[in-house]
C-alpha cells in the first residue's frame, strides 16, 4: 500500500553492524580481532550498555519505555485511537551465546528500530500503538532458560524461579542479582496482564539451511518444535587410573560418554535431535577416574509425543548404561531443567506477513517453513496473535561467529516485519 514507506536500508546496515561492534565483539573478550563473533551474554556489561543505546535511540523517535521485572523492555509509540488499543508489538532479543554472530535475535531488535524509525521520519500514524520489545535472556546461555524474559510474560515460568538462575559459567551470581546491578529490575510486574499484547511479530534470522537451498526469501513461520532440557548427573566413584582395574570401577565418564552418543541413536531413529552442549567432570585430573559427570541433553522433535517418546527410550537405556560399568554400577540422576511444547503459529499474522511479502519478493521465493529453534515468539504466542518471518542464512550457519545473511536479505526482512506490522494494525 502507498502508505507503508520504505525503509532505509543503508541506515539500517550501518546500525546493526556498528552496534555490534560498540556492545559485545568477541573480541573484547580476547578472541580474534577479525571476527564477527559476538559475546553479549544476559545483563554483561556490553548487555546493559547496548539496552541504554537502545533507550536513547527510542527516545529520539518518540517511543516511551517500560521495563518489567525481567528487565524485559518494552518501548510504545503512540497509536492515534484515543482509546486503550493494545500494541502490537516487534520482539526480539539481544542477547548473544558465548560466541554467537551479529543476527540472531539482534537482527530483529535493529529492524524493529529501523522500522521505528522510518515511522518517525514519514510520520506514519498508526491505529494502534506499536511497540519494539527487547526481551530478557533468550538465550538460555548465561541464565539456563531459553526464553526467559517472555515465559515470565507469557506465565509459563515463574518470576521467582527465573531470578534465582545461577550464572551457568560462574556458577554464583544469579539472574536477580545481575538485573539489581544493571539498574534493569523494573517496577511493572512481568506478566502478560500488565503489559498485554495485540499481537507479536519476529524477524530473525532461519538459523538452518531450508531458505538458502530452496532459493527462498522470505519464510513464513508455521510454528515452533518441542523441546526439553535435561540435566544428567552421572555419579561414580572416584579412583586410580593406574591401580584400579577395569571391573574395579565405577567411572562416571564412561557412562556419560556412552549416554551421549546414545541420545543421538534414539533422537534420529524418531526423527529428532539430540545434543550435548555443557559437561562438567569431577574431580578434574588426568589420573583420577571421574567420580561424577553433569551433562545437558537438549532435545527436540517437531511433535510433542514423539519428544516424550524419544525421552522415554533415552533415559530407559541411560539407565541400563549406568548398571552396566563394570561390577559397580553408576547412577543417575535425571532432571528436567527446560520444557517447551511446539507451538502454532497465528493465521491472521500469518496472512498479513503473506501480503506484505508478496510487495517485495516473487511468489516463489515466500515459503511456509517450521522454527527448529526456539524463540521469544513461541513464549508470546500463548498470550497473544503471534507469527514470525525468516531470513536465510548462509550455509545454514548460526551460533557461530560467521553467521551470516547478506545486507539485502536482511533489508527484505526489515521491510516485511514493518509492512507486516502496519498491516495488522489496518485490520
Ligand atoms: C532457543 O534459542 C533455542 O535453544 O532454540
Ligand atoms: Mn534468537
Ligand atoms: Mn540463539
Ligand atoms: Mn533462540
Given at each position: 500500500s502507498s502508505r507503508i514507506p520504505k525503509i532505509n536500508a543503508d541506515r539500517f546496515h550501518k546500525t546493526l553492524h556498528e552496534t555490534c561492534e560498540k556492545y559485545g565483539a568477541a573480541h573484547r573478550y580476547g578472541q580474534r580481532s577479525d571476527e564477527t563473533g559476538m559475546?553479549?551474554?544476559?545483563?554483561?556489561d556490553d548487555d546493559i550498555a547496548v539496552r541504554k543505546w537502545l533507550e536513547k535511540e527510542m527516545e529520539k523517535v518518540g517511543c516511551t519505555l517500560k521495563v518489567d521485572s525481567m528487565g524485559n523492555m518494552f518501548f510504545i509509540r503512540p497509536g492515534s485511537?484515543?482509546?486503550k488499543a493494545l500494541p502490537v508489538a516487534m520482539g526480539s532479543h539481544l542477547d548473544t551465546q558465548p560466541m554467537g554472530g551479529r543476527y540472531d535475535g539482534i537482527l530483529g531488535i535493529m529492524a524493529a528500530v529501523e522500522a521505528m524509525r522510518t515511522m518517525h521520519d514519514h510520520n506514519v500514524q498508526t491505529n494502534g500503538p506499536i511497540a519494539l520489545i527487547n526481551w530478557t535472556n533468550e538465550e538460555g546461555a548465561r541464565f539456563s532458560k531459553s526464553m526467559c524474559g517472555s515465559s515470565v510474560w507469557s506465565g509459563q515460568l515463574s518470576e521467582e524461579e527465573a531470578h534465582s538462575?545461577?550464572?551457568?559459567?560462574?556458577?554464583?551470581?544469579t539472574m536477580g542479582q545481575e538485573l539489581e546491578r544493571s539498574g534493569y529490575l523494573g517496577k511493572m510486574k512481568a506478566h502478560h496482564t500488565a503489559m498485554p499484547l495485540a499481537a507479536h511479530f519476529e524477524l530473525h534470522i532461519e538459523q538452518g539451511p531450508i531458505l538458502e537451498r530452496a532459493n527462498g526469501k522470505v519464510g513464513v513461520v508455521q510454528g515452533g518444535q518441542a523441546y526439553k532440557w535435561i540435566q544428567v548427573t552421572i555419579n561414580g566413584r572416584e579412583c586410580h587410573t593406574g591401580s584400579t582395574p577395569f571391573e574395579d570401577r565405577a567411572d562416571a565418564m564412561q557412562s556419560a560418554a556412552k549416554i551421549i552418543v546414545m541420545s543421538k541413536k534414539y533422537a534420529r531413529k524418531q526423527g529428532g535431535l539430540a545434543s550435548t552442549g555443557l559437561l562438567s567432570v569431577f574431580p578434574s585430573s588426568v589420573n583420577t577416574c571421574p567420580g561424577k559427570v553433569t551433562f545437558t541433553l537438549d532435545v527436540r522433535h517437531k511433535n510433542d509425543a514423539s519428544l516424550e517418546a524419544i525421552l522415554f527410550e533415552i533415559e530407559r537405556e541411560a539407565e541400563r548404561i549406568c548398571k552396566e560399568e563394570s561390577e559397580r554400577g553408576t547412577k543417575m540422576d535425571w532432571k528436567i531443567s527446560f520444557a517447551s511444547t511446539a507451538v502454532k503459529f497465528n493465521a491472521n499474522c500469518h496472512s498479513a506477513i503473506q501480503q506484505a511479502a508478496e510487495r517485495y519478493v516473487k511468489p516463489e521465493e515466500i515459503m511456509p517453513i517450521i522454527s527448529g529453534a526456539g524463540h521469544d515468539s513461541c513464549a508470546a504466542s500463548i498470550r497473544c496473535p503471534t507469527a514470525m518471518i525468516f531470513v536465510p542464512s548462509k550455509n545454514g550457519l548460526?551460533?557461530?561467529?560467521?553467521e551470516y545473511t547478506s545486507p539485502e536479505d536482511c533489508a527484505i526482512g526489515a521491510q516485511v516485519l514493518m509492512d507486516s506490522v502496519l498491516t495488522y494494525d489496518q485490520q
Open positions: 559475546a553479549r551474554l544476559t545483563l554483561n485511537k484515543a482509546n538462575l545461577i550464572d551457568v559459567h560462574d556458577k554464583k551470581t548460526s551460533h557461530h561467529p560467521e
